[in-house]
């Protein structure tokens, strides 16, 4: 049975998220990261990770099924895989550069980046399965801002295959 179409978001989940949880999700990720371009000092920037990530994390972990996910599902859900990775090593070498005083932060935030890029793009490459889940997401991204030819095209070459190598229905997750 096809899956493609019946459920939320790029990799077609049956529960829906509520979109102002997603969005809360994105400005605290967002109000962490600058805090650490700003130089904020470690033990503030603790406390306010404890309570605005914390305590959403938790929430998440123990209520996702009513529509309020772990941010690593969000992540997982609508960033592609080489982008997140890039992001999130990215920040995390600013995070040690600014609070190790290193000189040139900048330069260890874009290198430890790359090796989030290289991780990804590794991954990836040997994991069919993350090949197909990223698929799913540049071929819903293409439908939403209007381009379902390219979607067509997105889904046709990354039609997931499963280990006996029959071809799955377009959309559906490999098994």
Known sequence: MSTAGVGY???????????????????????????????????????????AFGIMEGIG????????????????EYIPRWLAFSLIYGCTGLAGATWFHVPDRFGLAVLIGLLGWFTAHFDSAFDHAAVAQESAKYAWFAERVGFPTAAARIRARHTPVTPDASVLPAGAPPQ
């Open 61 to 76: 972990l123990t209520h996702a099924s009513v529509g309020y996910p772990p941010l690593t599902q969000v992540i997982r």
């Open 9 to 51: 978001g790029p990799q077609n989940r049956v529960e829906p998220w509520k979109t102002w949880w997603i969005w809360l999700w994105g400005l605290v990720s967002v109000v962490l990261i600058v805090s650490v371009w700003f130089r904020t000092p470690w033990m503030i920037w603790s406390v306010m990770t404890v309570f």
